[in-house]
T-cell receptor
Framework: ELKVEQNPLFLSMQEGKNYTIYCNYSTTSDRLYWYRQDPGKSLESLFV?????AVKQEGRLMASLDTKARLSTLHITAAVHDLSATYFC???????????FGTGTRLQVFP | DGGITQSPKYLFRKEGQNVTLSCEQNLNHDAMYWYRQDPGQGLRLIYYSQIVNDFQKGDIAEGYSVSREKKESFPLTVTSAQKNPTAFYLC???????????FGPGTRLTVL
């Protein structure tokens, strides 16, 4: 059974600092997704990572995938308040057409 | 205006009543999904459908039912058998041949 773990679950960081969110998963998969959720809102797709070594960047966020280690990272560079949200990773459960979501990382950026 | 719509945004029901949540998309997507989100939690899959007139149970299907009579619509019924139905419900769809699921705005259901 595919399990997805994120850490940390909660992250409070100062503006201008860098930090990394980690997403580990338990069984083989080569497709991983990152989503953002603002409080009370729906999920917004951020990145789709489809192969080992994939790296995608958008603004201050950069996501990478290591399928051998079953690990994805979401790196935040020089955080700003607008990045405050909950970030979810989701892993494709191969052969099932299902995504398995992590529990989310709630990011709070303060001045 | 294309997209995924869910209605209503907020829904209140008395315990023991069935309730149906609407999900409509005009994106011509084949696959549709229903998820449940509890406070501070990730998303859990309730049901999904890859084509019209066919659907599969997800990880927490007990107490829920769905239908897929039209490509555009995938309504979810929360029955009285669902022990703890208060949650945020999200519908998603995915175009054939791609991997990304796109989410609707969600329905917050509160059972009193």
């Amino acid at each position: 059974e595919l399990k997805v773990e994120q850490n940390p679950l909660f992250l409070s960081m100062q503006e201008g600092k860098n930090y990394t969110i980690y997403c580990n998963y338990s069984t083989t998969s080569d497709r991983l997704y990152w989503y953002r959720q603002d409080p009370g809102k729906s999920l917004e797709s951020l990145f789709v990572l489809l192969s080992n070594g994939a790296v995608k960047q958008e603004g201050r966020l950069m996501a990478s995938l290591d399928t051998k280690a079953r690990l994805s990272t979401l790196h935040i560079t020089a955080a700003v308040h607008d990045l405050s949200a909950t970030y979810f990773c989701a892993v494709d459960d191969q052969g099932t057409d299902k995504l398995i979501f992590g529990t989310g990382t709630r990011l709070q950026v303060f001045p | 205006d294309g997209g995924i719509t869910q209605s209503p945004k907020y829904l209140f029901r008395k315990e023991g009543q069935n309730v149906t949540l609407s999900c409509e998309q005009n994106l011509n997507h084949d696959a549709m999904y229903w998820y449940r989100q509890d406070p501070g939690q990730g998303l859990r899959l309730i049901y999904y459908s890859q084509i019209v007139n066919d659907f599969q149970k997800g990880d927490i299907a007990e107490g829920y039912s769905v239908s897929r009579e039209k490509k555009e619509s995938f309504p979810l019924t929360v029955t009285s058998a669902q022990k703890n139905p208060t949650a945020f419900y999200l519908c998603a769809s995915r175009p054939t041949g791609t991997d990304t699921q796109y989410f609707g705005p969600g329905t917050r259901l509160t059972v009193l």
